[in-house]
């Protein structure tokens, strides 16, 4: 089935097949009014999969806002919506807010989807965490702990492959903790390290926006990938938009920043930009230097000591070959292709 999507820029005619499903596939559907025999929650849909965790499960989401803080801990879970403006699965949860046994939930812990198993997929809805960044960063006793993952692919996922989705947060919207995988026509909007962590992941014909946020100078950061220094690859962007919200001003958002966390010195961050076309506000420095602490000394992860690379950047936020913006050859390509990224797995 072909679906017409629209990015910045105007309207994209592509093919989006579903995650590869099996014709005997379980399912279930989930819808407001429980008609059917459909669940009204997604959490009972995903509570009702069969024992077997080897046997996929696919839940099919109706329309409709679905507040539920959600943890997928079984193998192949497929969710599908009823379109990205149509199904939108939310939360409001930051890192700075009280669990019920009084400690904060962290960043992982505030996302709104947690995915911690293999073979997940999801298609045709959005993933959102609505906790009100702005208000919060303009009030004088806002929390201290502002990340709100929406979507978090944690420990044990795997093999995750999302299509025609909007991921949707300000600071630390997509946690690609680990593990592998493949993101195609879809949006994903923050501001700050907003797509962020150690995974070795496609972003293919994305938009990626960046969102306003108050203050001046510098606006934010696309990616703080933290990629291990035996992994070859980590975030590789090939054909998106690097678009914006109104008002944002030029050359006030970064490309990202290399994030040692925690002060590992095996973490070297990996991230590639290949024919992406990036607007006027990315900064034509493109990347930047990020802290961190080891051994009670802070210190900085510089660009030109990490994997950060372009190739065929288009736009008027393209920038020229510098010691922060280090460009690819053509030779330098097949270490990016998808067939070589991922070893034994070759989706769909």
């Not at 990036?278 to 030109?304: C, F, K, N, V």
Request: proline share 6%.
């Amino acid at each position: 089935m072909t679906r017409r999507l629209f990015l910045a820029g105007g309207a994209l005619s592509a093919s989006l097949p579903l995650p590869a499903l099996a014709a005997d596939t379980p399912h279930v559907h989930v819808a407001k009014n429980g008609r059917n025999g459909a669940f009204r929650s997604i959490a009972d849909a995903l509570a009702a999969a069969p024992d077997d965790p080897a046997k996929p499960w696919h839940i099919a989401i109706g329309p409709g806002v679905w507040e539920e803080k959600l943890r997928i801990t079984r193998p192949h879970v497929t969710l599908t919506g009823a379109g990205r403006h149509r199904t939108i699965l939310t939360y409001s949860m930051a890192a700075g807010m009280k669990r019920p046994d009084k400690g904060n939930w962290g960043t992982y812990g505030s996302s709104a989807v947690t995915v911690e198993a293999p073979d997940f997929a999801a298609a045709h809805l959005s993933i959102r965490n609505d906790f009100d960044y702005v208000a919060n960063t303009l009030r004088a006793d806002g929390i201290n702990g502002a990340q709100a993952v929406a979507l978090a692919l944690g420990p044990g996922a795997d093999r995750s492959v999302l299509r025609d989705v909007a991921i949707i947060g300000h600071q630390d919207s997509f946690y690609l903790r680990s593990g592998r995988a493949l993101v195609e026509d879809s949006l994903i909007a923050g501001s700050v390290d907003f797509i962020f962590g150690g995974a070795a992941a496609l972003i293919r014909n994305c938009e990626i926006r960046s969102r306003l946020r108050p203050g001046d100078g510098v606006q934010g950061f696309v990616a703080a990938p933290s990629t291990h220094q035996g992994q070859p690859v980590g975030f590789v962007f090939r054909q998106c938009r690097l678009t914006r919200e109104d008002a944002l001003p030029d050359g006030s958002v970064y490309l990202g920043r290399p994030w040692r966390a925690g002060g590992n010195m095996e973490l070297l961050g990996a991230s590639a930009f290949i024919d992406c076309w990036m607007d006027a506000h990315i900064h034509p420095d493109g990347w930047t230097s990020m802290g961190y602490t080891r051994d009670g000394t802070r210190t900085e992860l510089t660009p030109g000591e990490a994997r950060l690379f372009e190739y065929g950047s288009q736009g008027p936020g393209s920038g020229s070959a510098s010691r922060s913006r280090r460009l690819l050859s053509t030779g330098d390509l097949v270490t990016f292709d998808r067939s070589n990224m991922w070893g034994d797995w070759q989706p769909a």
